[in-house]
T-cell receptor, first 116, second 117 residues
């Protein structure tokens, strides 16, 4: 049963600390997205990769957020330094996108981050 | 620009009745895809149903059907015979065309559905 795996599921940290969230996309998927979900903003697109190359990370606060995909089985989202306003659920999603056909995104279970 | 609009922040439906969740979208592209996802209280995002812009028939998946009205740019989700387990947040999403070897996804703000026993 292929699925997107995210770690950690829950993280509580103090302001100023570094946070790294990891995602293992479904094998064979060539596109990876990072989303942030909050009550106020809903689902916000932070960054996305195609074939491991970052295509757009304009949704991320550049001074503190960074996203990488060191290999096809791992995507990372790093926040340094973290701030209370970063508290949210962070989702990773992967897919094999195309012009037609289903090509839905498969989401991980999310990483719930709380910054005190 | 707002691409996906879900105008119903919350809805109630009686168990076993049908319910329609509204979704309108904005695009000038000819090729796009429309999706509905369910997010129960546990937090995961579950893919429900897909409709391609070129598909002439409305998509159906079990108790879910997508009422696709292309001219009106609407893609409403119909859930028949509601069950208590249908209580969740529902998101409408649109996949844009393949440009530069990439599709963009846009999500609506969601509709919280509560099924009453």
């Amino acid at each position: 049963d292929a699925r997107v795996t995210q770690t950690p599921r829950h993280k509580v940290t103090e302001m100023g600390q570094e946070v790294t969230m990891r995602c293992q996309p479904i094998l064979g998927h060539n596109t990876v997205f990072w989303y942030r979900q909050t009550m106020m903003q809903g689902l916000e697109l932070l960054a996305y990769f195609r074939n491991r190359a970052p295509l757009d990370d304009s949704g991320m606060p550049k001074d503190r957020f960074s996203a990488e995909m060191p290999d096809a089985t791992l995507a990372t989202l790093k926040i340094q330094p973290s701030e209370p306003r970063d508290s949210a659920v962070y989702f990773c999603a992967s897919g094999s996108l195309r012009d037609r056909g289903t090509g839905e995104l498969f989401f991980g279970e999310g990483s719930r981050l709380t910054v005190l | 620009a707002q691409k996906i609009t879900q105008t119903q922040p919350g809805m109630f439906v009686q168990e076993k009745e049908a319910v329609t969740l509204d979704c309108t979208y904005d695009t000038s592209d000819q090729s796009y895809g429309l999706f509905w996802y369910k997010q129960p209280s546990s937090g995961e995002m579950i893919f429900l149903i897909y409709q391609g812009s070129y598909d002439e028939q409305n998509a159906t998946e079990g108790r879910y059907s997508l009422n696709f009205q292309k001219a009106r740019k609407s893609a409403n989700l119909v859930i028949s015979a509601s069950q208590l387990g249908d209580s969740a947040m529902y998101f409408c999403a649109m996949r844009g065309p393949l440009i530069n070897n990439f599709n963009k996804f846009y999500f609506g703000s969601g509709t919280k559905l509560n099924v009453k026993p």
